[in-house]
């Protein structure tokens, strides 16, 4: 799996687009659109009231800029979301650091402080007077390249447009009854292997409610829904998690509740419970992350570095293997964690087998699988849309979804891996090899050669 250095395409990512529409949220417009919306609106027009949608909904989950901000600089590699009031430093670089301001009280009014994310891993409390995005570049120039990097904030990736950070079609009622992809046939796929999901959590009656029983002994955080309101994102993690059910029937599942804030959450936190997921609780062989984000510069996730690090990722040899969401934006532009190297990052595929006009493509995006349509596990009871153009509108489920995503294809391939790691004892990478190989060779919009893996594809 290699990755080039810089890649690049001539779509513009989400967060790119994102710069005017931005305005009227740090404005605090409740909503970034009239209810009595104009009867034609242009394509581009239409993708960026969305946009606008999308972000607000984030934005005011973790407190309207207090907890996540935008920062916007002219190019692309410098536009992404972050935690104002910290920063992310290696415990190896954390004195010369905090000495840094303990230099320059005047300037920044005051000390900073220092708490451990995990092992390896501080965050950086910065004092009052000091941005994220305008001290960088001093740390930098006083004590080299990369010495400390934002707390991003990572998001869910469904979407069924370009340039969407999250559902652009909403969760919609399915036409069929059954799942898509249906469950396995083999009943013993997956058997013996555990996955571990990071999503928004798990919707503990959809164990119960008799149309999704491949979700039988799923375990997880608990995802709170008022069936009467179901808030926007809710049940992601359960569809999910009920995907890796259907390609692999028997194999362990624990949906981890992270993405709690409007389907975000800050990498450090993502991390953190992570570590503690794979030292104390479940051991997972497999995390399957739908989500994902752009990094300043593109030079990652600092608190990925240090978990890969930590848990022997970088070589291959360990033996878990993180499999995670492309992104929806049409770009090239690396989409994190999904680009390292030593993880499988998953684009989406139309059922005829083109890839998806949303899914972002690029040498960094190693497998493809469906993406558009899929049917499965959503929590029962009536969802208002809030993204134009169907504002106001009522949907009613009964326990199943119909949704479209990047999202929904990398538990495609996560299950597909579980399945072959039970029939073979191979390993997650050496599944991972496997599939590759036998997998279907396609090509994306820009004429390179890619590989479908999973129904209907191989």
């Known amino acids: 799996m290699t990755r080039p250095s810089d890649p690049s395409g001539s779509s513009t990512s989400l967060l790119s687009v994102l710069r005017s529409p931005w305005r009227l949220v740090t404005d605090r417009v409740p909503w970034p659109w009239s209810p009595q919306e104009p009867p034609t609106r242009t394509p581009d027009e239409l993708d960026r009231a969305i946009q606008q949608a999308q972000l607000a909904i984030l934005l005011a989950a973790f407190g309207h800029g207090r907890g996540a901000r935008l920062h916007e600089g002219e190019r692309d590699d410098d536009v992404y979301l972050y935690r104002p009031g910290r920063l992310l430093v290696r415990s190896e670089d954390l004195d010369r650091v905090l000495a840094f301001f303990a230099e320059r009280t005047d300037r920044y009014g005051g000390r900073a402080r220092s708490r451990q994310v995990v092992d390896g891993l501080h965050h950086v409390l910065l004092p009052r007077r000091a941005e994220v995005p305008a001290v960088l570049p001093d740390l930098e120039a006083e004590l080299g390249d990369d010495v400390a990097r934002p707390d991003h904030v990572l998001y869910v990736t469904p979407g069924q447009g370009g340039g969407r950070m999250c559902p652009a079609d909403e969760p919609r009622p399915p036409r069929r009854t059954r799942p898509l992809p249906e469950v396995a046939e ?86 953190r419970e992570l570590d503690e997921a794979v030292v104390e609780t479940f051991d997972p062989h ?14 990652g996730l600092l608190a990925f570095d240090v978990f890969a690090s930590t848990r022997r990722l970088l070589d291959g040899e360990g033996d878990l293997l993180v499999v995670a969401a492309a992104g929806n934006d049409s770009t090239t532009r690396p989409f994190w964690p999904a680009a390292y190297d030593w993880a499988v990052g998953v684009g989406a595929l139309d059922p005829d087998g083109q890839v998806c006009d949303f899914s972002n493509t690029g040498s960094w995006v190693d497998v493809y699988a469906l993406g558009r349509d899929l049917v499965n596990a959503y929590p029962a009871g009536t969802y208002t849309c809030q993204e134009p153009p169907h504002v106001g ?10 949704w479209s995503g990047t999202s929904f294809a990398t538990p495609v391939v996560s299950g597909a891996i579980a399945a072959h790691m039970s029939a073979t004892g191979r390993t997650a990478h050496e ?18 050669p890619i590989t479908a893996v999973g129904p209907p594809f191989a």
Do not use: M
């Open 286 to 299: 497999v995390i399957s992350i739908s989500a994902g984000t752009y990094t300043r510069h593109d030079r």
């Open 393 to 402: 509108t009522v949907r009613h489920f009964k326990g199943l979804a119909q």
């Open 431 to 448: 599944s991972v090899t496997d599939l590759l190989a036998a997998g279907r060779p396609l090509a994306d919009p820009h004429g390179n």
């Open 186 to 271: 083999r009943a013993s796929a997956g058997k013996g292997v555990r996955v571990s999901v990071v999503d928004t959590g798990w919707w503990e009656p959809a164990e119960t409610t008799g149309l999704s029983p491949w979700l039988h002994d799923v375990d997880g955080d608990a995802e709170v829904i008022d069936q009467h309101a179901i808030h926007p994102y809710a049940g992601h993690g359960t569809f999910v998690a009920g995907v890796v059910r259907c390609l692999a029937p028997a194999v362990g599942v624990e949906v981890e509740g992270f993405l709690t804030h409007g389907g975000a959450a800050y990498e450090s936190a993502i991390v």
